[in-house]
């Protein structure tokens, strides 16, 4: 499964992402049930659009953040995500309904014992070219791409989600068979990775961040990469190649913003066209704004303080469950959010068929959170109030926050946050961090003490690298390095059975532990809003992914 980090700042992962952190991703696609041995083929018109839509124009579209890589493989944050959308296909896709529909494979089969699913590629599919060249997607490519993502020296958040695969076989240029482990529920929806053209890798085997193909990649997508300006700006330009037609629009240029209010203020001063997740303050008055629709988007998605365990006063239990009784979630997601969202009490987005109603949010109880402090030995106090931790020193810990500059909202949310842990006695330094800094000290340094972020997923049933106790490596999800043999009991039996309601009780049960373990403050979820200008017509959003349909996007020629 896929994460995605994403910026924690209006919050709306993701995305991812929710977001962009500052926004993680988290990719566990749509289950989909299937029978063992068909699927329909595909019907896109690789010759053109006949819809009756104009061709021309061009979009600029505003993120919180940058992309730290540009290709499928290495990417894990949200803008990296929905950028790669644009630029790569996938054995398989999703329609607006969730649906698994075919994309670069034109139809499959399944065997009988539901582990070998045979693929037939489309013949038209071509890789992009600024030199003329004209290599078709072959099933070279496709198992190049698995054999990459699998590889031990490539640096990956799909490396987890893709341990499934336990070999792969050509039987034609056109047609290859992927064999799995063993059965899994929702495979087909798995097996949506973007591929890549490996011929064009400086090591055909493995990837990684050195790789100058991470910075200038080349897809088989509706968009193809132009440039990348001096200042971040992503340029991309229709494909004229694309197999679906060409996409209506002429250029679609992704221009990243280190501050929220910046990003809002380039929106209204027609620097920019399209918000892709408007900050939640800024809502009512760009919804007043007769130049733009509002689009909203439920991700599955939430927010969180994840407490390094690696920190012997995180590990333990009671400190991090103090820390959750301390805080009044439901006041700040009010006063900082407007109350646009709800509680939540596990490591599920809610709407997951996998989240646990009967599990509720922890309530605010700071004489709760005290006693547990207590029972966990800190009992004196200092000069200057703050609890004593055994070497003499206040209990003091770093919150840093993935964020270039202060943006309001979340500078808000985290001095809420050091307000309510001073009144039961634990100190809190705030540490303010660029996006690829905070990355570093996060995922691969393991530098923190707690950090705030946000998580997006496609489906969320699939939480297997946010927890288990073998993810815990260098870019691998379970950074705040949580170990329990039986979370990692539930979530092997979970991956493992072929019986839908029993992974829901597996799901159920494992939502209930990490919710008494408190490995994450679980804060909310919150509903995502896109701003996008009026000429912009036909759009369509993926929740996840946001840029799915972007395709068939288009702007009228008067307004062009």
């Not at 290495?74 to 529909?101: A, I, W, Y």
Request: aromatic share 10%; hydrophobic share 40%; charged share 25%.
């Amino acid at each position: 499964m896929k994460r995605a980090i994403a910026f924690v700042s209006s919050l709306g992962c993701h995305a991812l992402a929710r977001r962009s952190v500052h926004g993680l991703r988290v990719r566990d696609l749509a289950w989909v049930g299937l029978a063992a041995s068909l699927i329909a083929p595909s019907g896109a018109n690789a010759a053109g659009r006949n819809d009756g839509f104009p061709d021309g124009g061009q979009l600029t579209y505003g993120e919180y953040g940058r992309p730290a890589t540009l290709d499928p493989i290495t990417s894990n944050d949200m803008v990296g995500l929905r950028l790669t959308e644009l630029l790569f296909n996938g054995l398989v896709s999703f329609s607006p309904k969730n649906e698994v529909v075919p994309d670069l494979a034109a139809d499959w089969r399944v065997s009988g014992d539901n582990r070998t699913y045979t693929f037939t590629l489309r013949s038209d599919v071509k890789w992009q070219s600024v030199d003329g060249g004209d290599r078709t997607v072959a099933a070279d490519d496709v198992i190049g791409t698995l054999d990459i993502i699998r590889n031990a020296r490539t640096l990956t958040p799909l490396k987890a989600q893709y341990e499934l695969v336990s070999g792969t076989r050509k039987i034609d240029d056109r047609t290859l068979e992927i064999t799995l482990k063993r059965p899994i529920v929702n495979a087909i929806g798995r097996l949506s990775f973007k591929v890549i053209p490996t011929y064009a890798l400086k090591r055909p085997d493995f990837l990684t961040r050195d790789d100058p193909f991470v910075q200038n990649p080349i897809g088989s997508g509706p968009f193809l990469l132009n440039r990348v300006s001096e200042e971040g700006d992503v340029v991309m330009s229709a494909n004229p190649a694309y197999y679906k037609g060409r996409p209506h629009l002429d250029r679609l240029t992704l221009k990243p913003f280190a501050d929220k209010n910046v990003l809002t203020e380039a929106l209204m001063f027609n620097a920019i066209d399209m918000v892709v997740e408007l900050n939640t303050r800024d809502i009512a008055r760009v919804e007043g704004d007769k130049r733009f629709n509002l689009y909203p988007y439920n991700a599955l998605s939430y927010t969180f303080f994840g407490h390094n365990c690696r920190n012997p006063h995180l590990a333990k239990k009671e400190v991090r469950q103090a820390i959750s009784y301390a805080i009044n979630r439901q006041e700040m997601l009010d006063s900082f959010y407007a109350g646009r969202g709800t509680l939540i009490s596990g490591p599920f987005a809610p709407g997951s068929w996998a989240y646990n109603l009967e599990v509720k949010p922890i309530a605010f109880n700071a004489s709760r959170a005290k006693t547990l402090l207590a029972q966990a030995g800190y009992t004196q106090t200092g000069m200057d109030g703050y609890l004593l931790a055994e070497e003499g020193e206040p209990l003091a810990f770093t919150l840093k926050i993935p964020i270039e500059k202060e943006n309001e909202t979340v500078k808000r949310v985290v001095l809420a946050f050091q307000n309510y842990l001073r009144q039961i006695g634990i100190k809190i330094n705030l540490e303010f961090r660029e996006w690829q800094a905070w990355k570093q000290d996060v995922f691969v340094d393991h530098d923190f003490d707690i950090v705030i972020a946000n998580w997006a997923f496609d489906d969320s049933a699939d939480i297997s690298t946010l927890f288990h106790s073998g993810e815990m490596d260098a870019w691998r999800n379970n950074f705040v390095g949580y170990s329990n043999p039986e979370v990692d009991g539930l979530i092997i039996e979970a991956k493992t059975t072929l019986d839908r309601e029993k992974q829901r009780t597996i799901n159920q049960r494992l939502h209930a532990t990490l919710a008494e373990e408190q490995p994450y403050t679980f804060l909310w979820t919150l509903t995502n809003f896109a701003s996008v200008h009026k000429k912009a017509r036909h759009v369509e959003l993926h929740p996840f992914k946001f840029f799915t349909y972007a395709d068939t996007w288009y702007i009228p020629t008067r307004e062009q």
